[in-house]
Nanobody, 119 residues
Framework: QVQLVESGGGLVQAGGSLRLSCAAS????????MSWYRQAPGKQRELVGT???????NYADSVKGRFTISRDSAKNTVSLQMNSLTPEDTAVYYC?????????????WGQGTQVTVSS
């Protein structure tokens, strides 16, 4: 059972930056797609961005050019650098890992970390 633990959330003013980290309990980056999702109050959880095992990334249109996903395989961590934050970025941010072993797909979630952007 893979465990994912997020950290780095907090309160920041609009225009500021935050860096979230997701630590995995074991080395999975070579086989997993790692994603960040977020869920604002009263809204559905949405995909923020993904980094796949080959290192390629993709992002939601709403965060392109402002957010960057990176990973440190030696430390088993994935990070989300968030710049130029706006109040609309306020949400609980979740780390997600998905990988396949044969015909079985595994998916894991972190507990979430709150990001609040004040205007």
């Amino acid at each position: 059972q893979v465990q994912l633990v997020e950290s780095g959330g907090g309160l920041v003013q609009a225009g500021g930056s935050l860096r979230l980290s997701c630590a995995a309990s074991e080395s999975i980056f070579s086989r997993a797609a790692m994603s960040w999702y977020r869920q604002a109050p009263g809204k559905q959880r949405e995909l923020v961005g993904t980094i796949i095992s080959g290192g390629r990334t993709n992002y939601a249109d709403s965060v392109k050019g402002r957010f960057t996903i990176s990973r440190d395989s030696a430390k088993n961590t994935v990070s989300l650098q968030m710049n130029s934050l706006t109040p609309e970025d306020t949400a609980v941010y979740y780390c997600n890992a998905v990988y396949r072993e044969g015909v079985v797909t595994y998916m894991y979630w972190g507990q979430g970390t709150q990001v609040t952007v004040s205007s």
